[in-house]
């Protein structure tokens, strides 16, 4: 059976872009929500907008012991996750790596990697142990695709991908399934956190092309979580039709 109605769905990031598309998405086929972020009043404002059971948790991803508790201590009625969305994550800055920021770089491997992997090891086991359940996991084409100034987010994204593969390989047979999504550019608050809060320079990312919205990644979630039990989709990769792939580069003396 893979209706979602009356079961739990747990987003992470649902305070901004596909965090909150899915919730969304996942409320208007009557799941109960979990809503995770750092900045409480956007979920809310969330929570009340949705027409379904909700439950708001403001949590930093990159706090393992605070991941732990929230885990622990879900209330009755939401503590059967059905679809773990394993969404919150940043890119910071687009420095080449001799000039980057090591704090940049501590910020994107903290929640893109440890807070994804300690929210699902802290989630999996009821999933095995009910012989269902789904890990989503929100990658990128950073994970396969260089670009200048991608060093560390790329590489966090890699990570994403191949944990979800090996997660995948671990949890054959046991009813959990798992899926990596890895999107090309979609216009979120995404770019304005990796311009650190310029508007101007995060809209110029955008500009003459029309970029994949938040809604067209909670669709593509939501269509991977609704396929038949015995289907896994393992990866979906999709980008705008306006992006595409670039040349290897030559420096010449
Ligand atoms: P947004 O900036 O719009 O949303 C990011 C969400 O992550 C926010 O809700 C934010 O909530 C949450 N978040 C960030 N840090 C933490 C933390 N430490 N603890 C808890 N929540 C956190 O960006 P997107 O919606 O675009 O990004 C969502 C995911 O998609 C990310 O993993 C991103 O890397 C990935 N992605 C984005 C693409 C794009 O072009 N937009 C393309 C490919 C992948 P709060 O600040 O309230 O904590
Ligand atoms: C976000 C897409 O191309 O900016 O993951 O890395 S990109």
């Known amino acids: 059976d893979t209706s979602l ?10 305070s901004a872009g596909f965090g909150r598309a899915c919730a ?13 972020g750092r900045r409480g009043e956007r979920l809310e404002a969330l929570k009340e907008a949705l027409a379904v059971p909700a439950l708001t948790a403001v949590l930093d991803v990159r706090d393992r012991a605070a991941v732990e508790r929230f885990a622990a201590s ?67 084409v950073a994970a396969s695709y260089p670009y200048p100034g ?8 890699a990570f994403v991908h191949q944990f979800s593969q090996n997660l995948k390989s671990d949890l054959a047979g046991t009813g959990v399934r798992v899926t990596v999504i890895e999107p ?35 669709e593509t979630v939501f269509w991977c979580a609704t396929r038949p039990a015995h289907v896994n989709v393992n990866v979906v990769e999709l980008m705008p039709q306006a992006q595409g792939f670039g040349p290897f580069i030559v420096k010449r003396q």
């Open 74 to 140: 879900l209330p009755p009625e939401f503590a059967e996750v059905e679809v773990l969305v394993n969404n919150a994550g940043l890119a910071l800055g687009l420095e080449p790596a001799h000039q980057a920021s090591l704090e940049d770089w501590e910020q994107m491997l903290d929640t893109n990697c440890r807070g994804l992997f300690v929210l699902t090891r802290s989630i999996l086991p009821g999933m095995v142990a009910r012989g269902r359940g789904h890990v989503v996991n929100i990658g990128s």
């Open 150 to 157: 991608g060093n560390v987010y790329g590489a966090t994204k």
């Open 24 to 36: 969304e998405r996942f409320a208007r086929a009557g799941a109960k929500l979990v809503l995770v």
């Open 184 to 218: 090309g550019m979609a216009e979120t608050e995404f770019s304005v956190v990796r311009m650190k809060g310029d508007a101007e320079k995060a809209k110029a990312v955008y500009a003459g092309m029309q970029p994949l919205t938040a809604e067209d990644i909670a």
């Open 5 to 14: 109605s009356g079961k739990t769905v747990l987003v992470t990031g649902a």
